[in-house]
């Protein structure tokens, strides 16, 4: 399945190591957090680049010790009408400063991309034949934001306010 | 009435273009139905019984003139010449085409209209009173804020996949026409200590499956947290409510699994936890702004009286009546809000064909400040007419057959579309809310009987509301046959009440007969004619109310 990021299909990088897995000396590695909470200390001081999968009932909170060593957060829709995590990139992003990549995976339909892009993913698999032009085009779907969440859009009364800054400077 | 500005406008533009891609994807074949359902719901597109529903935004209840005339041109293009009112101040049409919803959502979008989030599991249309601005009671008008709520929750993207659906209602008149207690979230606008507006926050009401009175989670929280609360609320409720059973996800299931006070205290702490950057602080020169748009009309300075309404309610028993009952007072000397009354015998409480709608939207213009509300009660307000213009009102009114006067009375049925419409629906309506409203086709009996909400549902999911009417009556199917139970005792105001069932079901043609029954019940154990209905079954209790609805049996 296509691997995008930013809105470009990149190859995916990462291997998922499973629960009691033997750690690879190096390269980037994806463990869940059950398994990141028992061995964080070995994970963390390996050679690895490290990405944790969280259950989208899981408390991103868990690792926010560690949050800045970790590159990878993937995130998870069962279906895609389950929104949990949305609220928990938001949290990492917005709360908790997250500046690794936040990646989709599940039921990734291309109707939920710019709601993702706008809660602070910036990677998603997505089973469509031509996924970046489908990325750019839901990316752009709507020109405004009415609400700040964890993308760069800002939110429509900014904008008005600075226009009316503008307008009495005038 | 708010009005767009460059950014409203692009927004409900850019989503009618992107519901067109949708269902351009859909009808061929590239989008699953499957698929395609969460996306039409959040635009209020439903499959019915019969064909395809668009459900409309009103957002808190208020048109004016071109707007309804709008609904009046779509209803007569699209549709077959009517529109139906509902209890969440929308507007319903029932028989457009999938193919023709796009042209209807940019015929919408020309008058600043949108069907955005009407249905899904999304913040619905927020709701308000129907006298917002008019009424005598209200600490402040509760729309800028409504219109603020609207805007941070549309297409609001950590909030647009919940459990499930969630609506949000405002009020601040000390009489709660909005019925907030029975809101997944109801803001009641009050003063605190130190005489500053704020809102009460109340969480976990609702009807349906399993009905609750919301509870007071917060009891005042500022202007300026308001949206910022909300969201904690919202984060909550998204991350916790459950998701295993559609039936028992909404908002209020949460809240009494949890209980009030632990949902209370996460809440709370997920709000402290809020950094400033992740806070709503909307410039005061924003609410400003959207503030001015709900500035009271130019009313003109008038005394109380008026020699012209004095003579028009003297002048005839029937025009006597309607102003006593279809009549609000209003905050401006000299001037009323006129209640038009939408239900007719045959149709559906709600519905109004698009010559009334256009009739309305006449009188709106030329005695009315161009303001016209719909009220939850399914009928439709003309929240600001002149005393003096009151004769013309009704004498055009009469003419289009909008001039029932058991505005709140015994006629002034609350249903939903029943089986006639609904594929969610056990049993009809629309008939047995007809045949209840023969009941007090007699108009010296309706006023005789006075306030009396009645309300019906075809089914659990309680569209209807019956479980805050006075009586309450609900649809259940029982082996292929239609029955009707029977609650008394709710009520959807400040005083907020579930009913409870009666008992065994009734057929049909026995839920009439029965309601007389009740009524003449009624009347001879009430104290006096001041005690209402509701008010003397909650001295009296069940027992004789009961015991003559089953009286035939």
Redesign the interface.
Known sequence: MPLLRLGRIEDDVWTPVGEAQELPERGAILVSLSRFTADHERLLAGNCALGVSLANTDNPADILPWISRISLIVLEFPK?????A???A?LLR??YGYAGEIRATGQV?R??L??MI??GFDAMLIDEADAEAVYQLSAA?????????SDSSEA??I???RA?EVSADQ | MYRYDEFDEVLVRDRARQFRGQVDRRLKGELREEHFKPLRLQNGVYLQLHAYMLRVAIPYGQLNASKLRQLADIADRFDKGYGHFTTRQNVQFNWIRLADMPDVLDMLADVEMHAIQTSGNCIRNVTSDHLAGANRDEIEDPRPWCEIIRQWSTFHPEFSSLPRKFKIAVTAGATDRAAVRVHDIGLHMKRNADGNVGFEVIVGGGLGRTPFVGVTIRDWVSKEDLLSYLEANMRVYNRYGRRDNKYKARIKILVTELGPDIYRRQVEEEFAAQRSAEKIALPQAEIDRIAAYFAPPAFEELPDASPVFEAFRSEARDQARWARNNLRAHRAPGYASVHIVLKQQGAAPGDATSGQMRIVADLAERYGFDDVRVAHEQDLVLPHVKLDDIPAVYDSLKRAGLHASGAGLGSDVIACPGLDYCNLSNARSISVANEVQAVFADPDFEDEVGPLHINVSGCINACGHHHVGHIGILGVDKKGEEFYQVLFGGRADEKAAIGAIQGPGLRHEEVAPAIQRVIDAYLALRRDSSETFIDAFSRIGQGPFREALYAAS
């Open positions: 895609y009408t389950d929104g949990r949305f609220s928990q938001q917005r709360r339909l109707d939920q710019r709601l706008r809660t779907e709507l020109s405004e934001a009415y609400q700040a969440a429509v009364f904008k008005r306010q009316r």
